[in-house]
């Protein structure tokens, strides 16, 4: 009789059958084992959790009281005939890899990952592995991230123009990762740093767990129009162009996202500045990220899945598509 | 090319017309003339000659990456633009460049006729000392297209800032057939223009269309109303015993149109007229295919001379005796036209068109229902002392354009946009019942809000049948209202009909695809405007 697979991939999500619990599942499910806590990979309604004790706190303040249970990455847990791992996948402070070894035979599940290094997430580990799931959000050789301290000065040097020019700099950011890593690049020395309150949430609770971030001042809803000349506005990407928007007068609106590498996106988003920031893995990543897990077999989820696979396939990799219903924060399907 | 590619930056980085003309008039002082003359003729539209095909550009891009083709191919849709891909996917350079603007050109130009290897070592070579954004404007250079959100009119109004000359001069000295190969910086913007080129046209003097009431334009009286034609409106020049054809868009047209040579026999030079250039049987235009026959078509073969003969129907006089005319007020000018073109002969290939008498708005509305039964698109509205202004203003020309034909019909195929469109689908392939089948007549692309097209986005990826490279084939579902400007039948088209001016009215997210129009109804439609 043919073993089952260490993963497969089902409409509830991925699922290990030795182990019987689901990664990263989107419909409710017994047992989840979580990567990180953007709402499309840790969902709600699932009876037990298992996360990383670095998403606990954000998956507590997003999920409100769940049964859930942490490992330290590089800790292992035995789950019925699977030995399961968490390492670290550089994408926001707390995601991890997932790896599961089932019989010696190890599969790892990236979620979403990236090799840069931001200063806040534990930099992504590379885990040999005989298979990997791996996301393709920019698996197209366009995107290559320019130097993210190239990018803090273009981050800077716009909000210095703005103030010189009489515009509030409103920056648009997504509240969980993308936010802290931006504020983590501005210099604080130009002025006071505004955030919406659904950042403020995400960045006090990355705080508490000690996260290094400068000193922010929520917007509160009442707030008087025009706090504050000098200051740069950090914002969830929906809130520009909204009312809420209008209490800062002039503004000059940005947005930090891979996607900015694009010009055609930067002007269908209208926004004056467009800054290439991502927590995903670019081009090059991609590649050298699945060169170093030594993996025979890569099943490549959300992104230009049917493009990438085939990249990968014409270089001798054996590589399928999975279809899963992960957006990727950067979903550009806006 | 440093600062050129600053002076993009600045321009593709801000929303606002204000910030943009500033950086345009900063760099009209700081860049040498060599540089702002070809940045001058790059936003004017003046393309360099092109020595190097998108072929070869993509080829040797994919060689330089060291990535297949296919795989830059897959890349293309998704930025919209072949020349920001490339300049994506190539490697880090190595080294920089201190090459300007106008160096680079030169560089291209001298590429021209080169063998292949020669050209193809040259643009690598190129790209190895250009960083992106350096990049991605080189390969615009090459492949010719440089579009780049500013328009003339801004770039215009930037340049008379720097110069200090007038936004119409400046309009009126960048017309015609110059090229940064034929004059220099001072000759076109600043020398005396007493020795202009005998062939500058006119900036064209363009009207918004009227949305509302014409009542709300004040007493009647004030106001002059000719047909507005379906044809190409052009000017004709006569100066120096010579004639020329320009088309609005300040393309040369002389050769295309024979027929208008014989007008240096009928009027004097010193003369420039403003018109419609149309197809002509003698006493009333002919349908606009009868035309696009003629269009394109350098060499006009005789038996197309006389089955689609044109003329110029003149609406303007814009130069009299060598004077120009524009600042008189249009009653004047009319007047004049008139006087000048009554007496010709009927061999004439200029007649003027004719102004249509009307006492009060409700006797003009009632005549301009009437318009389609004379071959016209509607009325145009000219306050009758408005001077010939350069370029489209608000206010003293109006165009009031018959509504147009509408057919309800269901989207078949859909296939993603360019630039800031890429990634969205936007480009639809409609069809109409016939019998249980639906036949595509139509293609459209614009007339939905952005907010529409991210949602059929959406939608056309869950609902993708098959897919043919970048078309997909979707579920006959959606249901769009057709607008179009007129019907005509077409051998050439599956449904035997082409539309003039499709696009979407709106998305009809009430009516289920069974409820589409029938191909009979355009069968109908097709009949009664050719009785």
């Known amino acids: 009789m043919a073993r089952r697979p260490v993963l497969e991939f089902t409409d509830r999500g991925i699922h290990c059958p030795a182990g019987g619990f689901h990664v990263d599942p989107w419909r409710p499910v017994d047992r989840a084992v979580i990567t990180h806590g ?40 035995q789950i019925g005939d699977a030995r399961v791992s968490f390492h670290p996948a550089g994408h926001v402070p707390g995601s991890a890899q997932i790896r599961v ?18 200063g806040l997430s534990e930099p992504f580990e590379p885990v040999r592995c005989h298979a990997f799931v791996t996301e393709s959000t920019f698996g197209l050789p366009v995107f290559r991230w320019p130097d993210p301290a190239q990018v803090a000065q273009e981050l800077n040097g716009w909000w210095r123009d703005s103030i010189a020019s009489g515009r509030t ?70 809130a520009l162009g909204s009312a809420w928007m209008r209490r800062f007068g002039p503004v000059s609106t940005g947005f930090a996202s891979g996607w900015m590498m694009l010009r055609g996106i930067r002007r269908r988003r209208a926004m004056d500045r467009g800054f290439v ?58 | 090319m440093n600062r050129f590619a600053s002076l993009f930056a600045a321009l593709d980085q801000s929303t606002r017309t204000t910030d943009k003309v500033a950086a345009l008039v900063a760099y009209f002082y700081e860049a040498d003339p060599e540089d702002r003359l070809w940045t001058v003729a790059l936003f004017s539209g003046r393309r360099p000659r092109r020595a190097v095909t998108t072929t070869e550009l ?50 291209l130009q001298d590429l021209s006729g080169q063998p292949e290897s020669v050209r193809k070592s040259a643009i690598l070579d190129a790209w190895a000392q250009l960083d992106t954004s350096q990049r991605f404007l080189f390969n615009k250079l090459v492949t010719g297209g440089f579009r780049v959100g500013v328009s003339q009119k801004l770039m215009t109004r930037a340049l008379a800032q720097a110069t200090g000359r007038s936004e119409a001069e400046l309009a009126h000295r960048l017309m015609g057939d110059w090229s940064p190969d034929t004059t220099s910086w001072e000759a076109l913007i600043e020398a005396d223009d007493a020795g202009a080129d005998a062939s500058r046209p006119y900036p064209f003097c363009l009207a918004y269309p009227l949305e509302g009431d014409p009542g709300d334009l004040g007493p009647p009286q004030e106001w002059r109303a000719e047909w507005k034609w379906d044809g190409i409106r052009g000017q004709l020049i006569l100066r120096e015993g010579l004639h020329f054809v320009w088309s609005r868009g300040e393309e040369l047209m002389t050769d295309r149109f024979p027929e208008l040579a014989r007008s240096v026999d009928f009027l004097p030079p010193g003369t420039v007229i403003d018109g419609e250039i149309l197809a002509w049987d003698g006493g009333a235009p002919l349908p606009f295919a009868a035309l696009q026959r003629r269009i394109g078509r350098r060499n006009v073969p005789k038996k197309l001379l006389t089955e689609a003969p044109v003329i110029l129907l003149a609406y303007d006089l814009l130069e009299w005796q060598g004077k120009d005319l524009r600042a008189l007020p249009f009653s004047e000018r009319r007047g004049l036209l008139d006087r000048l073109l009554h007496n010709l002969p009927p061999e004439a290939p200029v007649r003027p068109s004719p102004l249509v008498a009307f006492q009060g708005w409700q006797e003009l509305a009632t005549l301009r229902a009437d318009a389609r039964n004379r071959r016209a698109e509607g009325l145009m509205l000219k306050r009758a002392g408005s001077p010939y202004h350069a370029g489209r203003r608000k206010g003293d020309w109006w165009k009031w354009k018959l509504d147009p034909h509408t057919v309800d019909a269901v989207m078949i195929y859909a296939q993603a946009g360019h630039g800031r469109r890429a990634t969205l689908y936007t480009d639809f392939t409609f069809a109409v019942w016939d019998g249980d089948a639906l036949v595509p007549f139509a293609k459209a692309y614009s007339g939905l809000t952005d907010a529409e097209f991210r949602e059929i986005t959406t939608w056309v990826r869950a609902n993708t049948l098959q897919r043919f490279g970048p078309v997909r084939q979707v579920r006959p579902e959606l249901v769009f209202e057709i607008a179009f400007e007129g019907i005509q039948q077409s051998p050439r088209h599956k449904s035997g009909i082409a539309l003039r001016f499709p696009r979407m009215l709106r998305w009809r997210r009430d009516k289920p695809a069974a409820e589409a129009n029938r191909l009979e109804d355009l069968k109908r439609l097709l009949d009664a405007t050719k009785s």
């Open chain 1, 38 to 77: 953007h709402a499309d990979h840790a969902r709600s309604g699932h009876a037990r959790y298992l996360a990383t004790a670095g998403s606990a706190p954000i998956l507590r303040q997003r999920l409100g009281d769940i049964v859930l249970d942490t490992l330290r990455y590089g800790e292992t847990r």
């Open chain 1, 101 to 118: 070894e089932v019989a010696g035979e190890v599969w790892v599940v990236s979620g979403d990952y990236k090799l840069q290094a931001d």
């Open chain 1, 169 to 238: 700099p409103v920056l648009g950011a997504y509240a969980l990762g993308k936010a802290q890593r931006v504020l983590s690049m501005l210099d604080p020395g130009i002025g006071p740093i505004l955030t919406h309150g659904a950042i403020e949430t995400s960045t006090e609770v990355l705080r508490r767990q000690g996260c290094r971030l400068p000193q922010t001042f929520a917007v509160m809803p009442d707030a008087q129009p025009r706090p504050d000349p000098g200051a740069l506005v950090i914002a969830p990407p929906a």
């Open chain 1, 277 to 334: 920031l991502s927590d995903h893995a670019d081009w090059p990543g991609l590649n050298l990220a699945i060169g170093e897990t030594g993996a025979e077999k890569i099943f490549v989820t959300h992104g230009y899945t049917d493009i990438f696979a085939q990249w990968l396939r014409s270089r001798g990799i054996d590589a399928d598509v999975v279809t899963t219903e992960y957006a990727g924060d950067e979903a550009q399907q806006e």
């Open chain 2, 58 to 107: 993509r080829n040797w891009a994919a060689d330089a990456a060291r990535l297949p083709l296919w795989l830059v191919e897959e890349s293309y849709p998704v930025v919209g633009d072949l020349a920001e891909t490339i300049a994506l996917i190539l490697p880090p350079p190595d080294t920089r460049s201190e090459r300007s603007l106008s160096e680079w050109m030169a560089f």
